[in-house]
């Protein structure tokens, strides 16, 4: 079967840093998506991983561990604007449908 | 870029009723896909195809069913709509495995 685990919720301030993280078992692993969503919005893309280590793009960057089943999501220098639901994706065998975690809701606070 | 159309924004329908969702993308991608999102279940798969006429079922088909005659568009249908239909729908699409969903802006449907 197939489960990802992401916290439910998250609360971090204004300027700091915040790491989400994101823990898969799959049979199989075929690359990792990370996607933002604000309330009412659709999600929209921020990263993709499929080889091990750090992916940077500008504030955010995401990691991957294959063999420890583990990505985070770093969001450097919180702005109000970056509180929204992140979710994690993952595709566990080539040509199948990504499998969504539940999401995780990121409250930035002044 | 990619835009992905839904026909309707909020939908209100009885039950029982046959309700078609509408999703357009016009990128000329191969890959679509409709979800439905719950609060605290996240986005579950409905359907999804790979190609014009193909259709599979994704994790939570029982009462839907999809169209893919034109490869931009992908119908999702409620062949008689419940209660328990009640969500937001999402249609993506995308290029291939590799890259990423593009989602279209979601359907609220309510269903009384």
């Known amino acids: 079967g197939q489960n990802i685990d992401q916290p439910t919720e998250m609360t971090a301030t204004e300027g700091a840093i915040v790491q989400i993280n994101c823990t898969y078992q799959?049979?199989?692993?075929?690359?990792l998506f990370w996607y933002q969503q604000h309330a009412g919005e659709a999600p929209t893309f921020l990263s993709y991983?499929?080889?091990?280590g750090l992916e940077e793009k500008g504030r955010f960057s995401s990691f991957l561990s294959r063999s420890k089943g583990y990505s985070y999501l770093l969001l450097k220098e919180l702005q109000m604007k970056d509180s929204a639901s992140y979710l994690c994706?993952?595709?566990?065998?080539?040509?199948?449908?990504?499998?969504f975690g539940k999401g995780t809701r990121l409250s930035v606070i002044a | 870029d990619v835009k992905v159309t839904q026909s309707s924004r909020y939908l209100v329908k009885r039950t029982g009723e046959k309700v078609f969702l509408e999703c357009v993308q016009d990128?000329?991608?191969?890959?679509m896909f409709w979800y439905r999102q719950d609060p605290g279940l996240g986005l579950r798969l409905i359907y999804f195809?790979?190609?014009?006429?193909?259709?599979e079922k994704g994790d939570i088909p029982e009462g839907y069913s999809v169209s893919r005659e034109k490869k931009e568009r992908f119908s999702l249908i409620l062949e008689s709509a419940s209660t328990n239909q009640t969500s937001m729908y999402l249609c993506?699409?995308?290029?291939?495995?590799?890259?990423?969903?593009?989602f279209g802006n979601g359907t609220r449907l309510t269903v009384t």
């Open positions: 993506a699409s995308s290029l291939g495995d590799n890259s990423p969903l593009h």
């Open positions: 799959t049979s199989g692993f075929n690359g």
């Open positions: 991983n499929v080889l091990d």
């Open positions: 994706a993952v595709r566990d065998l080539a040509n199948t449908p990504l499998v």
């Open positions: 990128m000329d991608h191969e890959n």
């Open positions: 195809s790979y190609d014009v006429k193909m259709k």
